[in-house]
């Protein structure tokens, strides 16, 4: 065997080419360095020749320098100057005086600095754009990587999360861990010839931990997992969007088994001729291609795609189709149970006094995500700490909850005595209807401190169970409790104030969904008008044009007449609940006046008696049960 083809020898290094840019330099410098020279600029001539010609009136001036005298000749004598050698002459100066000729001294040229600014400093400063041009397209780098992946590559090590970091999203985990025993042991799998899903699409609203859960996946199976977002493929060049997809699929299958993340799907999923430019988007050539790489991969190589997105109504149709993301996984906000586990989990390193009870404060949280109560016990912590505290109490968790509902408490914000007294008959209002109307969540707290940006107080009302449908008569109740601070003010003052534009906003996109969406309109019928914008050319699914309406003007006025005689109604009915119960109002208003903030106990205690028009009897006291 040759030698240079033994296993056993150190292999030979190609003799590394030489670097042409290193011959240009030199020959850059060598050319500053003639060319730097400094150039004669006239006729070379004995001293004794120039003397003569002074003599003679043919000089006009002359500069004298250290080592040489050049001479200009006057007109019609000469077309170039005259040097010669300085000679230690006393006779020069006389003789330049007696012909009139001027003379002066010649300024030294320095001949090194001329080059070195003239030549060296901008061959120095091209070197270094040269340099910094070369590395930019230099393969793997700059420009000329334009078209690579920008995913993060997370190595085998883990990503440092499991599914022990996970909390209330139970039923996805679940469905999520046959895609770790595939990762762990194909071979199971493969033997009795099952194919695992090529791609797993995370649906949930924000926050609810879709990225967390997909870098579980990979902390649970041990396998390299690159994480990027939609975004990160698009750019202003054409045809980089689909460089980076194929870029990113032939990095993943050199590490396979792996899995690819793809976090915010939508940024490139969208439904494709949505947009005016057809099929010249550069977002759709994007799409188009990673649509041919998900179909040209083999799954058994172990290569699985995840993404996510909270907008899964919009996707191309052909991203969900059986073969590419043919799994989807509902990561929900989790119900009180699951708020309790996901407050146990971030808990963990947080301090708390004994007194603490998480599922109260799961259940004074209704509807939030993981990311809003991870917000709750970070902001419960920074209000112990602020106050000074060693532990966090339950009088912090209670303040950091209404932090994140209602926003910052403002008790510095002064209001004279007239708004006072009509925020807490507006806060009133609220309250006493939440309190006696069948339907309606019971109230938690009632405030008059200002919070937020607008609000001037608050009636927090808590569900006693997590709740998934509603009926007609609760939407009606909740639209009536809406429309309590603004009977109120009309009843006691005999006005309206600003004060009740969030209200309305709310009750009117409510009563709004009753007629549109949820077919609770007399006049329209069993009939849903949001999902008719599918038909008429929208830009999108669900998105009509904003000339466009998915039905007629006609049953675009019954939509606005149905909205208002609904809210009129509820209006009229939350006017005559507060006028069967003034006394009532006026009551709580006056303990809200001098305390300001009611909790649920006392508040009850101030409207014992207070019934809902046509009843006899109060609101019976619910059985909560634990």
Not at 126 to 151: D, E, K, N, T
Not at 480 to 506: H, N, P, Q
Request: charged letters at 30%; a neutral charge.
């Amino acid at each position: 065997m040759p030698a240079d083809s033994d296993p056993r020898q150190p292999a030979l290094r190609r003799p590394r080419p030489a670097r042409p840019w290193l011959l240009y330099l030199l020959f850059a410098l060598g050319a500053a360095l003639l060319l730097g020279r400094p150039a004669s600029n006239g006729a070379r001539i004995p001293y004794s020749d120039l003397k003569a010609k002074i003599a003679a009136g043919q000089v006009a001036s002359v500069q004298i320098a250290r080592d040489k005298i050049v001479a200009t000749p006057k007109a019609g004598a000469a077309k170039e100057r005259w040097i010669a050698n300085r000679v230690d002459d006393p006779e020069l100066v006389p003789l330049l005086d007696r012909q009139h000729v001027t003379y002066s001294e010649l300024p030294e040229s320095d001949w090194l600095s001329g080059l070195v600014v003239a030549w060296l400093i901008p061959l120095a400063l091209l070197s270094l754009v040269y340099f910094f041009f070369m590395r930019r397209f230099s393969p793997g780098a700059g420009v000329m990587s334009i078209g690579r992946s920008r995913a993060r590559l997370v190595a085998e090590e883990g990503t440092g999360v499991t599914f022990s970091d996970v909390a209330g999203v139970d039923e996805a985990v679940d469905e999520l861990r046959e895609i770790v025993d595939f990762l762990k042991s194909p071979e199971r799998f493969r033997r009795i010839g099952g194919r695992i899903p090529k791609g797993v699409l995370l649906l949930g609203p924000p926050g609810t931990g879709k990225t967390l859960l997909a870098r579980a996946v990979a902390g649970e199976a041990k396998v390299p997992f690159f994480s990027l977002t939609g975004s990160d493929f698009v750019e202003m060049f054409v045809g980089v969007g689909a460089a980076r997809v194929r870029d990113l699929f032939a990095q993943a299958q050199a590490k396979a088994p792996c899995i690819i993340f793809i976090d915010e799907l939508d940024a490139i999923g969208k439904a494709r001729g949505a947009s005016t430019f057809a099929g010249h988007d550069e977002r759709e050539q994007t799409l188009n291609q990673l649509l041919s790489e998900m179909d040209g991969f083999d799954a058994r190589k172990g290569l699985i795609i995840m993404a996510a997105t909270n907008r899964p109504e919009i996707l191309d149709s052909a991203l969900l189709r059986p073969g590419r993301f043919d799994r989807q996984v509902l990561v929900d906000r989790p119900d009180v149970r699951g708020r309790e586990e996901i407050l146990r989990l971030h808990a963990r390193g947080v301090k708390f006094a004994e007194d603490i009870d998480l599922r109260r404060v799961a259940a004074l949280t209704p509807g939030f995500a993981g990311a809003e109560l991870a917000n709750v016990i970070n902001e419960a912590a920074l209000l112990a700490a602020r106050r000074r505290k060693d532990l966090v109490e339950m009088a912090d968790l209670n303040e950091a909850v209404e932090r994140v509902v209602a926003g910052l408490e403002k008790k510095n914000r002064r209001m004279n005595e007239r708004e006072k007294e009509i925020v807490a008959h507006h806060e009133a209002g609220h309250a006493l209807l939440a309190e006696v109307l069948p339907t309606t969540d019971r109230v938690h707290k009632v405030s008059m401190i200002p919070r937020g940006l607008g609000a001037l107080g608050f009636t927090m009302q808590v569900p006693l169970e997590d709740r998934y449908l509603m009926s007609r008569t609760e939407l009606i109740d909740k639209i009536t409790v809406l429309m309590g601070g603004r009977a109120a003010e009309l009843l006691v003052f005999g006005d309206f104030s600003t004060g009740a534009r969030d209200d309305l906003e709310r009750a009117t996109d409510l009563a709004r969904r009753m007629v549109t969406e949820f077919g609770m309109s007399e006049a329209l019928g069993a009939r849903s008008l949001s999902s008719e914008g599918a038909r008429t050319g929208a830009l999108l699914p669900g998105f009509p044009l904003p000339t466009e309406r998915p039905w007629s003007e006609r049953t675009q006025q019954t939509v606005d007449s149905e909205i208002s005689s609904l809210l009129a109604r509820c209006f009229d009915r939350a006017r005559a609940a507060l006028e069967e119960n003034r006394d009532h109002l006026v009551a709580l208003a006056a303990r809200l006046r001098e305390k300001e903030v009611l909790e649920g106990p006392e508040l009850r205690e101030v409207l014992q008696g207070a019934h809902a028009p046509g009843e006899e009897a109060p609101r019976a006291e619910p059985q909560v049960r634990h």
